[in-house]
């Protein structure tokens, strides 16, 4: 099973770079971020085309997230129903071929010292306590998304560059710390361990081209699924061309069955 993440910073304005990509990388599940639609404007008819279920939740302003699934697509869950969601549509949830996935977009932050940072911290907190509630991590699960965390300073480009800044704060990352320990394992670090393994570069300044990112989209998945991991991939190639998301898609790769 191939489970991939994208933020795709506008489904609108990108909707055929992405049915393109699904036609090469050929994921069974795609968890997709920052839709900016309604649900009523999602397309899901061209993904049903390419042979894909949806479930999508947005309210056509900003965020916006979506699981799409070609290995089925029940028991979807939208929001935590409860004082998180006034963060906008950032979580929704389907179990596809046998494992649980989620699709997160965690809040940006914006600055240290405001209160969408500790709006930030709080949703994660949110998102362990419903991992908790609504699943067990002894089965297979992934949250899968833009958390706009980078994990370690391995994960950015220059450290020094960054302090006081959000993404790399000690509380986002003891946050992040605290979810995996719920009984998450970041998949791609099961197959990479090198620095400077980016999946966001800021559009500004030729960014991308200079080496100058993050890797704050993560597939963090249950030790079952880790057991069976089998290949990674930071699709740089979905990155280049012609008006494209500043994301990567990250891909993972399990043996299950």
Not at 241 to 247: A, E, F, K, N, V
Request: proline residues 4%; charged residues 25%; negative net charge.
């Amino acid at each position: 099973m191939r489970i991939a993440t994208w933020n795709v910073n506008s489904l609108k304005a990108r909707l055929p770079r992405v049915e393109e990509w699904l036609e090469y990388a050929r994921p069974d599940v795609l968890c997709i971020q920052e839709t900016k639609l309604a649900d009523s404007a999602f397309p899901a008819m061209a993904f049903s085309a390419l042979g894909y279920e949806s479930a999508h939740h947005g309210d056509g302003r900003w965020n916006g997230v979506a699981v799409l699934s070609r290995v089925g697509l029940e028991d979807v869950a939208a929001g935590f129903g409860g004082p998180a969601d006034s963060e906008g549509p950032r979580l929704v949830a389907a179990t596809c071929g046998g494992v649980r996935v989620h699709s997160v977009y965690v809040p940006n932050g914006r600055s240290v010292d405001s209160e969408h940072y500790v709006a930030k911290l709080a949703w994660l907190g949110e998102l362990r306590g419903l991992l908790e509630a609504t699943c067990s991590a002894g089965d297979p699960v992934a949250v899968c998304g833009d958390f706009n965390v980078a994990p370690e300073d391995r994960d950015v480009w220059d450290p020094a560059a960054l302090v006081g800044e959000t993404h790399v704060t000690e509380a986002e990352r003891v946050a992040l710390a605290a979810l995996q320990g719920w009984g998450l394992v970041d998949a791609f670090r099961l197959r990479y361990q090198e620095d400077r393994l980016f999946t966001w570069w800021d559009y500004r300044a030729g960014n991308f081209h200079k080496g100058i990112g993050m890797r704050i989209d993560l597939v963090l998945v249950t030790e079952v699924l880790a057991q069976r991991c089998v290949g990674a991939l930071i699709d740089r190639n979905a990155r280049k061309g012609q008006q494209p998301s500043d994301h990567a898609p990250v891909l993972v790769d399990f043996e299950v069955g």
